[in-house]
Nanobody, 125 residues
Framework: VQLVESGGGLVQAGGSLRLSCAAS????????MGWFREFPGKDREFVAA????????DYAASVKGRFTISRDDARNTVYLQMNSLELEDTAVYYC???????????????????WGQGTQVTVSS
């Protein structure tokens, strides 16, 4: 499984970005997908996740109401729409995939076996 993120960049506080993660896998619809972020010198933290069917999503408290995760199985792609961006959202964002078909998607990084290379998001004042 290869995951390729895109859509990162520089944005002013209060602005929006949409991250995309394209997966090269034949059975994308069987995968739970997650987004994580990493701050300099800190561990990777959970941002959002969506289960294999798209019926359940989960968000970190810090992004709930501002970020939206979605998936397009026809395009083998998961998205992270980020609105009302704050300086504290500056980080490298990673997508992750795991072939699990549970109701709730995993929110721990150790539960994901496949990771993208990351995309930088920088929010300026």
């Amino acid at each position: 499984v290869q995951l390729v993120e895109s859509g990162g960049g520089l944005v002013q506080a209060g602005g929006s970005l949409r991250l995309s993660c394209a997966a090269s896998v034949h059975t994308f619809s069987s995968y739970a997908m997650g987004w994580f972020r990493e701050f300099p010198g800190k561990d990777r933290e959970f941002v959002a996740a969506i289960n294999w069917s798209g019926s359940t999503t989960d968000y970190a408290a810090s992004v709930k109401g501002r970020f939206t995760i979605s998936r397009d199985d026809a395009r083998n792609t998961v998205y992270l729409q980020m609105n009302s961006l704050e300086l504290e959202d500056t980080a490298v964002y990673y997508c992750a995939a795991e072939p699990v078909r549970g109701l709730y998607p995993p929110r721990s990084g150790v539960e994901y076996d496949h990771w993208g290379q990351g995309t930088q998001v920088t929010v300026s004042s």
